[in-house]
Structure formats: structure tokens, C-alpha cells
């Protein structure tokens, strides 16, 4: 029986830790985590915040994810995305999903992630 997703594997091209540090860590506001230390040796770094683990391996030949993507819930979700803006990073709304409030943005490597709060707006309010 499944209880959980433990964590989401997005993959990187060599030599860009830095840069997923700078975006994981100071743009989306999650906690470096170590890795154990054989599979550190592999480069890479995994990001938490509360329950929810994003953990990015390299790939020599790296191709980004242009469909596939972690759906991550937010609270505050205008906020959150003035934040990612603020760094830099690309923010798409995105009306389509019933009952959420979402957007689409990338990582500094291409790979595209979703963000979404449920909508608690009357349905008489128009979303921005």
C-alpha cells in the first residue's frame, strides 16, 4: 500500500549546483539537506521543506523536462510568486486547473515546475 511520495528526482547538468543552490535554497525558500555520503560522490543536491523533498541528480547528458514537472502546493500563493519574480524566475499563470490558483516557472536548468494553492476566491472574483 502507498502512504506517501518520499521525494521528486529532477535531473541537472554537471557543474550547476551553485545555481540550483541559488534558486531551491534563496528563490523558493528550501533547506539544503545533505546527501548520504555515497551518493553525494554522484554530485547533485537535495532541497526540503516541510514534508516535501526535491532532489536534483546530475545527468551527463541532460535534457530539461518540458512536460514533467512536480505540482508543489503553496500557501500565499501572489506572494510566493512575486518571490520567484524577484529572483529572477519566470512566472506563467495558468487558469485551467478548477478550484486552484497555479502557475508554471523553471529552474535555472529548464526544468518546469508547477505551483498551486487552492482557490478560496468567491466565484464571483476574478483570479488575476
Known amino acids: 500500500m502507498l502512504t506517501a ?19 531551491y535554497a534563496d528563490a523558493l525558500g528550501m533547506t539544503e539537506i545533505p ?8 554530485g547533485g543536491c537535495w532541497f526540503q521543506a516541510g514534508a516535501v523533498q526535491l532532489h536534483l541528480g546530475i545527468q551527463s547528458d541532460f535534457h530539461p523536462a518540458r512536460k514533467a514537472h512536480p505540482g508543489l502546493r503553496v500557501r500565499g500563493i501572489e506572494a510566493y510568486a ?7 524566475a519566470k512566472v506563467v499563470w495558468d487558469q485551467d486547473l ?20 487552492p482557490d478560496t476566491q468567491r466565484d464571483d472574483e476574478p483570479a488575476p
Open 35 to 42: 546527501k548520504p555520503p555515497a551518493l553525494a560522490a554522484n
Open 82 to 88: 512575486d518571490r520567484l519574480a524577484s529572483h529572477g
Open 5 to 23: 511520495i518520499d521525494h521528486v528526482q529532477l535531473a541537472a547538468p554537471p557543474g550547476t549546483e551553485d545555481a540550483l543552490r541559488a534558486f
Open 98 to 117: 478548477p478550484g486552484h490558483r497555479r502557475f508554471f516557472s523553471e529552474d535555472p536548468v529548464g526544468n518546469r515546475l508547477e505551483f498551486l494553492e
